[in-house]
């Protein structure tokens, strides 16, 4: 597969993400979907992230998310979105499952 081909199913399974959150009653907004780079060897060397992130090749986002109107950081709040996503396809990845948990990022992997 090509990448804009990974790219339009990251893009086609975010929105049904979007759409399952909606239903749980949840709002999100956008925190990171592009991270050039430079971006991400700056947050590795700061220890926050990792060099080949996929935020750099368009596969990846940070999601913010509010519920009862209340944002909420913690992994286990995302769970549920989580576990959808994970769901949605094998090449998905949810950060609460890494072994520093990120609970508001999701990607894809590409082959």
């Known amino acids: ?12 399974d975010l929105a ?19 991270r050039t780079p430079a971006h991400a060897k700056r947050n590795a060397a700061k220890g926050v992230g990792i060099a080949d992130s996929l ?8 999601l913010n ?9 913690d992994s286990e709040a995302h769970r ?3 576990e959808f996503w994970e769901s949605l396809d094998p ?3 949810w950060g609460g499952d890494f072994k520093k948990p990120d609970g508001n990022h999701y990607e894809r992997v590409p082959d």
Do not use: V
Request: net charge positive; glycine share 6%; hydrophobic share 40%.
């Open 55 to 62: 935020h750099c090749q368009r596969l990846a986002i940070d």
């Open 1 to 12: 597969m090509k990448l804009s081909d990974h790219q339009w199913a990251f893009l086609k």
């Open 91 to 93: 090449r998905n990845n």
């Open 80 to 82: 549920p979105l989580g």
């Open 16 to 34: 049904t993400l979007i759409l399952f959150a909606e239903d749980q009653g949840y709002k999100l907004t956008g925190a990171e979907l592009y």
């Open 65 to 73: 998310l509010f519920i009862d109107d209340k944002f909420r950081r």
